[in-house]
């Protein structure tokens, strides 16, 4: 194995013994070859901070991660996947269960390693097998349920014992699973929730029927978990997976503190990486996150220092909701067009009001999720926190990017933006695309798109 | 049929009733016709219901793209074109619209009416299995749903008016079921478009006119003996059949195929269960929409329950091949296809998948398929 | 001061040269696969026509799909802003701009300066632009440039509802199968275009001062369709399809202000 591809993931000293041997079994099933390493090293050279110890340790937690899927079942333990965007406190929970379990949102997994490192390119045999077997072709379905049921048809991750289907926000994700049962007999755990709610009181209204109801789902999944994977999900051991993620959370707070910064420190590409490799619910994340984050906060509290960055100082600002597994697409272009991007959707934004306490651990969690989330809860909740977001970080602008088969999130864009333009009075894009799908994108529309953005937020400021 | 010319009649109507009944102070309540919402409880508020299931027009659906993303199903995306373009007169009626939501789909549609329709909606959350607190979470809905329409009306609604009207309903339903269950004969007394249409008709008719109607109407074809071409004996099913979309029935109907029966999730009113209200009628209401009827392709775990459903219609109406019609986009009922094709095959049951976006455009290539479907079956 | 604008879009190259504030000249050319090649073509045209040397120019700026595919220009503008710009120097009251080009549809809006304030544009399909007119012309064997008078003649506009071009293909063939009129389709093919772009455009409200520009701007009866389908009057410039490079060719004018002294080849 390449020495300096061993570096650029952070693996070294020890673990090199244990993992090189792995991660040549993993590659090779993946059919990675030396051509292929090549051209990752390039890749995340170029997208990401590699000079950046934190970054390679980042990079390291997700390789290792999914080394530890492909493997999982040849390591003789007991396989769950979660969906993605994850339930992240129950499957934390169960990707700490035992060292017997393994469990994680494996398309997650999967796509945010294979796009970036590899290139898109080296997903599109996964989609279009997956566009064989039921799942509409193109941008009709989504690509991280493509990834779930292609990645296992095609022998690459092994067939679980347990598909823990989170459809509190997606129809398609218990559909895919259907055809997986269909397929191979694997058990389905379901967590459901309803979209009764148009959102106008978010985040007061939360209505506790609807508490009640999610809570109820997460509780019978955690049972099935506990029943088929045979080990016990217990209210302690979640209560445990709760506040371990939530060290995690506060290990990231200096970090997000330091993007407000000007200049802003770190690329966005970096700072989606992290979130994605750490907040994923997988067990490498939740156990070598925290140092990996205490190494970077060391080190971009240097580049702080140094009046560093991505984007020159005194940029303008604007907040992007989310960007392809593979950002380059994307983050590069518009932080080469001179815009920070300070956050994205995924950072907290802090919430008026006082959260409900809850003695149940599984009320705790759907009330939680539906006030992290707007979009969890409803349309126009989603609408709510994006202006709370822009507000918040003092946005010159606002770049919507939209995950077309996503009909949570692609909907409404118009109206967030007609609202945002009016009520905080900063011009808002609208960049459609996908996750992993880069089949269709059209990179010459998107750079126009974003340059005439780019010339009306420079304007203003 | 001479029966429903009086039916016809009073459809001609209808719009211009309904208004002057608004004129005289009855609420009108709409809905989305997704099998969800227990028509049972408008009726017990002194309101009426309209059914919101127009489909089949380009139009709307173009229109609708200056209020929703691209990417949804065909129907949903519809409604807003229909209310915005002010096309169907009858989307313009209601007080108060109540939108069952389903999927993210028909949430889709319940988001584009609050933010751009003008009217007040209603949501019903309708969760997406039978389990247990599934059913107290409807009830729950159902509970919240009667609060407010009492509050339109200023009417209560007392157990004894529900369990008439759920009677009334229980009429209903039955005699649509008569009806269909006579397409088992070898020589079906009424084609499947006709009962469609019979169907539509009966969400937006003053009931008591359709009762008396289907009443006579049943009457008549028990008796009648007329031989009607047999054609290939078709199971039509999917996501929604609005009322409009005639093109699929249209060319089956052409191509010589003989629509035996048909299962659709919205558009059409579903007849299969009553409702048994002898103890508390709203815990009734609750166990029939929800508990009785056969899930929809967007239930967690559909499968299992609807395939058996469908196979024993198959069964029981001697079906010679499946149609099946889903909008575009969607996917629920898109991946079930998929998997009821493979469960299909092993029978050797021939099965014909098609999908709409309500362009004339697809009528050539539709029929087609569709020709060359049936021919195969008849060739046998 | 002597600058140039080039605008190279998937269907043609387009180059305007400017002297201080005046057009010297022009030239449209089409694109045949090679973005650069053509650029270079319709700029050495141009000056050959302006009687200057590319060395006499002070400036060159490029926009369109290829603008990044030019080497000797010295900077690339994005389309929308080019458009703008063009538009505003010609026609001052304009606030809605409508671009119709051969791959891409735009709507901008634009405050008095001139200043793009909000623009929208096609998603990825072809429908809705210019490449649809080019099928429908071969479908139905008329010239493209027949196609605005001939549907002026339309007595009974036949409505094609396809959102798809290859369904469109098939929609007018079996159309004209059934006998409808050439006149007819084409009035139909038009509105579709109309609709498809006003419904981009309709978070925008067209009001007066819509300005219509692109290669399909040439056409009257796409113009007519626009008119009718969002209910207010179009000015189309004389040469609606040269305001890219000519916003170009000004910003470049500008740009070359701000530094003057300063060697070009800086920027």
């Known amino acids: 194995m390449d020495p300096e591809f061993l570096n650029l993931i952070g693996i070294e000293g020890e673990e090199l013994n244990k993992e090189v041997p792995r991660l040549e079994k993993a590659f090779g099933i993946l059919k990675i070859v030396p051509k292929d390493i090549d051209r990752a090293k390039e890749r995340v050279s170029r997208i990401f901070s590699m000079e950046l110890r934190g970054m390679r340790k980042i990079w390291g937690i997700a390789v290792k991660e999914l080394v530890d899927l492909i493997l999982a079942k040849e390591e003789g333990k007991k396989v769950a996947y979660g969906s993605y965007p994850p339930l992240s406190e129950l499957l934390v929970a169960g990707s700490l269960a035992s060292d017997d379990i393994y469990c994680s949102p494996a398309e997650a997994v999967i796509d945010m390693v294979l796009s970036p490192m590899f290139g898109p390119d080296k997903v599109v045999p996964i989609l279009e097998t997956a566009e064989r077997h039921g799942l509409a072709p193109n941008l009709a379905a989504c690509s991280f349920l493509k990834t779930r049921l292609g990645a296992i048809v095609n022998g690459i991750v092994p067939i679980p014992d347990l598909l823990l289907s989170f459809c509190f926000l997606c129809d398609q994700t218990p559909k895919t699973d259907e055809v997986l049962h269909d397929l191979y007999g694997i058990p389905v755990a379901y967590v459901d929730n309803i979209f009764e709610d148009n959102g106008y009181g978010w985040p007061e209204d939360i209505s506790q029927e609807r508490v009640e109801y999610f809570a109820n789902e997460i509780r019978c999944c955690a049972e099935k978990f506990s029943q088929v994977m045979e080990h016990e999900l217990t209210e302690e051991k979640v209560r445990e997976a709760v506040a371990l993620n939530a060290n995690v959370f506060r290990a990231a707070a200096d970090l997000r503190e330091f993007m407000k910064a000007d200049p802003v420190p770190l690329s966005q590409s970096d700072f989606m990486m992290i979130s994605r490799a750490v907040y994923s619910a997988t067990r490498r994340g939740s156990l070598e996150g925290i140092e990996a984050l205490a190494i970077l906060s060391e080190e971009v509290k240097k580049r702080i220092n140094q009046g560093v960055g991505p984007v020159a100082k005194g940029a303008p600002r604007v907040l992007l909701t989310n960007a392809p597994m593979d950002p380059s697409p994307l983050v590069t272009v518009i932080e080469g067009l001179g815009l920070a991007i300070p956050a994205t959707s995924l950072a907290s934004a802090p919430i008026k009001g006082t959260p409900r306490a809850y003695d149940s651990i599984w009320e705790h969690i759907a009330y939680t999720l539906m006030r992290r989330r707007g979009a969890y809860h409803s349309s126009w909740g989603w609408i709510l926190q994006l202006k709370e977001l822009a507000s918040v970080w003092n946005v010159d602008g606002l770049i919507i990017f939209v995950h077309l088969p996503c009909r949570q999130y692609e909907l409404f864009p118009l109206k967030a933006k007609e609202v945002i333009e009016k009520e905080i009075g900063i011009p808002v894009v609208i960049i459609e695309g996908d996750f992993v799908d880069l089949r269709d994108y059209n990179a010459q529309q998107t750079r126009t798109r974003l340059e005439t953005f780019a010339e009306l937020v420079k304007r203003r400021k | ?380 | 001061m002597r600058v140039a604008g080039i605008d190279v879009g998937a269907g043609t190259a387009k180059t305007v040269i400017l002297e201080d504030e005046e057009i010297v000249s022009w030239k449209v050319m089409p694109v045949q696969g090679n973005v650069a090649q053509a650029a270079e073509q319709v700029t050495h045209e141009a000056l050959e026509k302006a009687g200057i040397s590319l060395e006499a120019l002070d400036c060159i700026v490029s926009t369109g799909y290829g603008r990044d595919a030019i080497p000797f220009a010295h900077r690339a503008i994005s389309e929308i802003i080019c458009h703008a710009i063009g538009v505003h120097f010609l026609i001052p009251s304009a606030r809605i701009i409508i671009d119709i080009g051969a791959q891409d549809s735009k709507v901008m809006r634009v405050n008095q300066d001139g200043k793009v304030i909000d623009f929208a544009m096609n998603d990825k399909c072809a429908a809705g632009t210019g490449r649809f007119l080019e099928v429908m012309a071969q479908v139905l064997g008329v010239s493209l440039e027949e196609m605005g008078s001939l549907s002026m003649t339309s007595k009974n506009l036949c409505s094609i509802s396809s959102t798809c071009t290859v369904f469109a293909e098939t929609e007018v063939i079996s159309l004209r199968a059934e006998g409808k009129h050439i006149e007819d389709l084409i009035a139909g093919i038009h509105r579709a275009i109309a609709i498809r772009v006003v419904t981009m455009g309709s978070h925008m409200k067209f009001n007066h001062g819509t300005v219509f520009t692109g290669g399909v701007a040439k056409n009257v009866g796409v113009k007519n369709a626009l008119e009718k389908t969002s209910g207010v009057e179009i000015i189309v410039p004389t040469e609606p399809q040269i305001t890219g490079a000519l916003g170009a060719a000004l910003a470049a004018r500008e740009a070359c202000k701000k530094h003057s002294g300063s060697a070009m080849e800086d920027m």
């Open chain 2, 1 to 380: 049929m001479e029966m429903t010319k009086g039916l016809l009649a009073h459809l001609d109507t209808r719009l211009s009733e309904l208004r002057q009944q608004k004129e005289r102070g009855t609420k009108i309540v709409g809905y989305t016709p997704t099998a969800y919402m227990p028509e049972e409880l408008v009726y017990a508020s002194g309101a009426l219901p309209i059914a919101l299931d127009r489909g089949g027009d380009i139009e709307p659906v173009l229109a609708s793209t200056s209020y929703l993303g691209r990417v949804l199903d065909t129907f949903c995306r519809a409604q807003i074109g229909y209310r915005v373009m002010h096309q169907e007169p009858l989307y313009q009626i209601p007080d108060l619209v109540i939108v069952p939501v389903t999927d993210l789909h028909v949430r889709g549609l319940a988001d584009s009416w609050d933010f751009f329709a003008g009217v007040e909606v209603f949501r019903l959350g309708v969760p997406h299995s039978k389990v247990g607190h599934a059913f107290q979470h409807y009830l729950a809905g159902l509970n919240l749903l009667k609060e407010r329409l009492e509050k339109l009306t200023g009417l209560e609604i007392t157990e004894k008016r529900l369990r008439e009207e759920i009677a009334l309903s229980n009429s209903l339903r039955g005699l649509l079921r008569e009806i269909s269950l006579m397409r088992k004969s070898e020589n079906p007394p009424i084609s499947g478009k006709e009962f469609i249409r019979l169907s539509h008709d009966s969400l937006h008719a003053d009931r008591h006119v359709m009762i008396k109607a289907l009443k006579s109407l049943r009457d008549e074809l028990q008796v009648n003996k007329t031989i009607r071409p047999k054609g290939a004996r078709i199971l039509l099913t999917g996501s929604t059949l609005a009322w409009g979309d005639d093109k699929v029935v249209d060319l089956l109907e052409t191509a010589g195929a003989s629509i035996v029966v048909e299962e659709f999730c919205e558009g059409l009113r579903t007849y299969w269960e009553d409702v048994n209200a002898d103890d508390d009628p709203m815990k009734a209401l609750a166990d029939s929409y929800l508990m009785k009827r056969v899930p929809c392709a967007f239930f967690r775990g559909s499968p299992e329950e609807r395939f058996d459903f469908l196979l024993r219609l198959v069964k029981d109406f001697n079906v010679d091949g499946v149609v099946w019609y889903s909008l575009m986009y969607r996917e629920t009922y898109g991946i079930e296809s998929h998997i009821f094709h493979k469960v299909l095959e092993k029978t050797n049951m021939p099965m014909l998948i098609v999908n709409s976006e309500y362009s004339p455009a697809e009528t050539g290539h539709l029929r087609t398929r569709i020709e060359t479907f049936i021919q195969t079956i008849e060739r046998g």
